[in-house]
């Protein structure tokens, strides 16, 4: 998987495997036999974006290094139908499948969700789509990688990776120019200082204080194109992000206005499973 460290993916998947397999699969040793083969296929019920298929591999692998696992449709392809097809010891598949398709069906989700944004943008636009910080503990890795796989990018990955000053920060240092004055002398170099701002008095102050980056939250529409208006003739000019409350249908509006950045928590904490299922096939 692209940009997934092994090692990671490992350890999220054994974490998985574990609280589903701790006491062992009762079912399975119960009613099928040990020495009985089988051959299934992991099937999309609706057209989705495909995600995960190197991680769902990895389950079946990780259960059971016999497995064979045929990765018919790439990460990224538009599809519905067949995805992938796995075939070992009966046991195995039927052991491993529930966790393998939560994290497909978790993936190919926020991938597909993320490809429907990306699509909403204005024809040749240059605005980003990204992810926020709103992901499920301990799956963010797995899940910015989906976002990734859509077509949309990501934000910090997390606290340490940028100055981003939200409203709680500004109350606790007590305005915008000491945050972002404060956050300069200390920040390293390499990090570009971000603030949140609501309204346009907001904004200006932000401006005046240097600000690399700022976010418009929660903003209606005419109020951002009059914010792109303002930083339109600044060299250098702060790259503006919306960001608060964004939906399929005001992608189009917004990148049309001329923000830099969309960024869409919905991308991650709101997006539908994707119906995948893991049929067994019958042999002749």
Known sequence: MDWLPARAVDEL??????????????????????????RAQAVARHPLVVC???????????VDGDTRVDLKQPDGAWVEGVL?????RARSLLSAERVALNFVQRLSGIASMARRY??????????????????????????????RVG????????????????DNHIVAAGSIRAAVESGRARAPHTSRIEVEVT??????????????IILLDNM???????????VASLVPRPMLEASGGI??????????????????GALTHSAPAADIGLDFVLEP
């Open 52 to 62: 995960g298929g190197p991680l769902f591999a990895r389950v079946f692998q990780r």
């Open 118 to 147: 990306v699509g909403a943008l204005a024809p040749n636009s240059k605005t980003r789509i990204t992810d926020t910080r709103k992901t499920t503990p301990g799956l963010r890795l797995l899940e910015r990688y989906a976002v």
């Open 13 to 38: 998947v054994d974490r998985a495997l574990h609280e589903d397999l701790a006491s062992g699969d009762l079912t399975s040793e119960c009613c099928v036999p040990s020495r009985a083969m089988a």
């Open 220 to 230: 209606d529409t005419p109020t951002v194109k009059q914010a792109v208006a303002r």
């Open 84 to 88: 992938w097809e796995v075939s070992g």
């Open 151 to 166: 077509g949309a990018h990501n934000h910090r990955d997390n606290l340490g990776s940028a100055v981003m000053i939200k």
């Open 247 to 264: 939906t399929l249908e005001r992608v189009r509006e917004l990148s049309e206005a001329g923000v830099d950045v969309i960024s869409v």
């Open 199 to 212: 309204t346009l008095a907001e904004l200006d102050e932000a401006i005046a204080a240097g600000a690399d």
